[in-house]
């Protein structure tokens, strides 16, 4: 009779109908190692660094959960630790432990539709009557298709940089329109549109200050 195999995997010592024993065998075929597993740590342990937690508070250890597959079958994972959390806003989840130390969850998804409305949103300024004069004044001074570019751009009236670029930049020099019945107004009317040219001005202001007649 065939004196029993030891399975050849370091520190094993479990009996073998082949090389390895069934356990390592599977191991291998998940591309797993031969070495032997490290103890288990303890919960403590595992969530010791704390950085990665974002706004969620560690209340204790949850109960296990096993990752499922789409056959049904149980995960070559096996169970998966978890966390009871609580979020900052209040709202307590159970979260996996993995899933925290890796920083892929930081909060229970209350400011996701925060951070969404932050993407989209640059100024919040976008349907202002500020908005809409930075708007056109850019489009009659660089849009040579605009009803109103030989007027401007089409004379040589051009926009700085400085309020090309950013409407934000716009805002912090002129400010809100002081009443519905202002617009702006270039000082000198040959000169661009710039801050140290420009102010809000009611159209008895501008008419006192518009050409005398176009050029030909």
């Known amino acids: 009779m065939a004196a029993d195999r030891i399975c050849s995997a370091p ?3 479990k009996k073998a109908s082949s090389r390895y024993c069934e356990m390592h065998r599977a191991r291998l075929r998940r591309g797993g190692s031969l070495e032997p597993r490290q103890p288990r740590l303890s919960f403590e342990a595992l969530l010791a660094d704390r950085s990665n937690l974002g706004d969620w508070t560690i209340l204790g250890e949850g109960e296990p959960y096993q990752r499922p597959t789409k ?4 995960h070559p994972d096996g169970q998966q630790r978890t966390a009871k959390c609580r979020c900052i806003c209040g709202a307590e989840r159970t979260v996996p432990v993995h899933v925290l130390k890796s920083g892929q969850s930081k909060h229970c998804g209350c400011k996701v539709s925060a951070l969404v409305a932050e993407m989209k949103t640059t100024h919040g300024m976008s349907y202002t009557a500020e908005h809409r004069c930075w708007a056109k004044l850019k ?54 549109y710039e801050p140290s040219n420009c102010r809000w001005a009611t159209p008895r202001e501008q008419r006192a200050n518009q050409r005398r007649s176009r050029p030909r």
């Open 139 to 192: 489009e009659r001074c660089l849009n040579p298709n605009n009803k109103d570019w030989e007027d401007y751009g089409g004379r040589g009236i051009g926009v700085c940089d400085r309020w090309r670029e950013s409407f934000e930049a716009f805002f912090a020099d002129m400010g809100l329109k002081p009443s519905p019945r202002h617009s702006i107004d270039r000082i000198d009317v040959n000169g661009n």
């Open 11 to 13: 520190d094993c010592g």
């Open 71 to 74: 056959g049904g079958l149980k």
